[in-house]
Nanobody, 117 residues
């Protein structure tokens, strides 16, 4: 089992910045993928950014150049630095941990990000 605890959401004006954190604990396996998804009201959950344990990243087109995903392996924590925020970034952001080999898939409880215009 893996537990994910998110923090860092909040209310920010358009153009501002926020940093989300997700601390993982439990049975962390070497090759994994940690990422951030978001879900806005009435919309499907979508991938925002993913970071593979080897270092490669994947971003949604809508956030490229504005958001940066990173991780601190010593703390088993993944971060999402969000700059130049837009009202359309408003959503609940969820941390995700996957192990492709074992098909393990865990989610955090979600943290609200609200961007005012």
């Amino acid at each position: 089992q893996v537990q994910l605890v998110e923090s860092g959401g909040g209310l920010v004006q358009a153009g501002g910045s926020l940093r989300l954190s997700c601390a993982a604990s439990g049975r962390i396996i070497g090759f994994n993928v940690m990422g951030w998804y978001r879900q806005a009201p009435g919309k499907q959950r979508e991938l925002v950014a993913a970071l593979f344990s080897g270092g490669s990243t994947n971003y949604a087109d809508s956030v490229k150049g504005r958001f940066t995903i990173s991780r601190d392996n010593a703390r088993s924590t993944v971060y999402l630095q969000m700059n130049s925020l837009k009202p359309e970034d408003t959503a609940v952001y969820y941390c995700n941990y996957k192990v492709p080999r074992t098909k393990e898939d865990y989610w955090g409880q979600g943290t609200q990000v609200t961007v005012s215009s």
